[in-house]
């Protein structure tokens, strides 16, 4: 730490330390013994996404979405389980109201357009 962060009176208690919060997850994740390997890795990447872009509101999951389909595309269509883990987690936001048939019909083309060419297509 250098000398002018200890000294200034900016308190850094607040701030998240994305490793140790990345940790933290994966420990708690781990800690599930009734969820595949896949499972674990998808919800890790979907609650490190959603840590970072600080999705707050029931109101940004869609974007929310659409973003993470954008960012982890060739992952997730790369691999059949994560790429099926995606879907359906897609299906239980919306079965709780979280997300409509519109933003899962988008991400699915999202994710169409990394399996065709291999790199996302507008």
Known sequence: MAVDQVLSDRDSEDEVDDGI???EDRRMLDDFVDVT???KHLMHLWN???RKQRVLADGHVPWACEAFSKLH???LVHSHALFWCWRLFMIKLWNHGLLDG???NSCNVILEGYRGSGSYVK
Do not use: I, L, R
């Open 37 to 39: 390997k896949d499972e």
């Open 48 to 50: 490190s996404f959603v």
């Open 102 to 104: 519109c933003t899962m």
């Open 21 to 23: 919060a990345d940790f």
């Open 73 to 75: 595309g060739q992952e």
